[in-house]
């Protein structure tokens, strides 16, 4: 669904409920300038960033990434 930045002001209410199952993209000037998400949606994207950057670090660490308690002490910084 998409708005415009007045129409969701003027009913942010009825928005705020659509959102709560889809996204509501918001237009201003014509241009797409926000989405409006639930905050059930909101945790789920960060929870999935999350696994992202920690399955990065895990290939890392395979790949001979030493990690940073491991670096600083070589370094003479532990």
Known sequence: ???????????????LDVAETNP??????????????????YEKL???????????AKIAEDEGYLGVKVSEALLGRA
């Open 1 to 15: 669904m998409q708005v415009t930045a007045t129409e969701l002001k003027n009913r942010l209410g009825q928005y």
């Open 24 to 41: 509501v993209f918001v237009k201003k000037s014509g241009r797409k300038k926000s989405v409006l998400i639930s905050n059930a949606m």
């Open 46 to 56: 960060l929870a999935y960033e999350d696994a992202y950057w920690a399955s990065k």
